[in-house]
């Protein structure tokens, strides 16, 4: 009886692939093994989106989260973080680099930690606040466009504030801000329990207010 003999294969590199019992198993294609990992393309080139501007005029706290998300997407690191930031800038909110240092521009934590300090919603509390109490609806602004610029000037003015006491708050400044006599009194009657329903009553009163006048 003949003895079974053991062939090994060896690869270019010299190094023993598999051992097989099969004298024909060397012409089998050899099993290909790639990379797990792949380096992240926001490494390199230009980035994938990037940051609208910020003059000092908007959210700043909706303004970060947008502007974190981005630079997850792009993988930036710390230090083109604060440079995308810093290159975003615009007006008012551009002067904020004159105030700092060199190394504090290209510090994401100082940069950031100053634009807060200017531009946060906890800052200027008393401002929208003046704002919600002189604010009236427009000749051509619709009753939920009115209800939504309400909603989000209380949001800024009151930015601690729990939700039921931003509904109940953005309810009381939205009837007031309605301007029509006989609408405010429609919509005080029916007692609504949050701007949500007071817009609904609004509505329905414009509505018909605009038919019978038709």
């Given at each position: 009886?003949?003895k ?10 010299g ?32 980035p ?9 005029t ?11 998300l ?22 008012q ?12 521009r290209?510090?994401y ?17 008393q ?16 009753i ?71």
């Amino acid at each position: 009886m003949m003895k079974r003999r053991n062939y090994e294969y060896r690869g270019r590199s010299g190094i023993n692939t598999r051992e097989q019992t099969n004298p024909f198993s060397k012409f089998l294609p050899i099993e290909t093994k790639y990379p797990e990992k792949c380096e992240a393309p926001g490494n390199r080139g230009r980035p994938n989106v990037l940051p609208p501007p910020f003059d000092g005029t908007g959210n700043w706290n909706d303004y970060m989260v947008q502007f974190e998300l981005i630079a997850e997407l792009n993988v930036w690191d710390q230090v083109q973080k604060a440079l995308y930031l810093a290159a975003s800038l615009k007006g008012q909110a551009r002067a904020i680099l004159s105030d700092l240092d060199s190394t504090h521009r290209r510090d994401y934590s100082q940069l950031s930690a100053a634009l807060s300090n200017r531009f946060s919603p906890a800052n200027q509390t008393q401002l929208f606040r003046a704002m919600l109490k002189n604010r009236a609806r427009k000749p051509d602004e619709s009753i939920p466009q009115l209800a939504q610029e309400i909603k989000r000037l209380t949001l800024r003015a009151y930015p601690e504030a729990p939700y039921e006491t931003i509904e109940t708050l953005a309810r009381d400044y939205f009837i007031d801000s309605l301007g029509d006599t006989d609408t405010k009194w429609r919509v005080y009657q029916s007692r609504p329990r949050n701007l949500s329903d007071a817009v609904v009553v609004a509505v329905a009163t414009d509505l018909k207010r605009n038919s019978t006048d038709s």
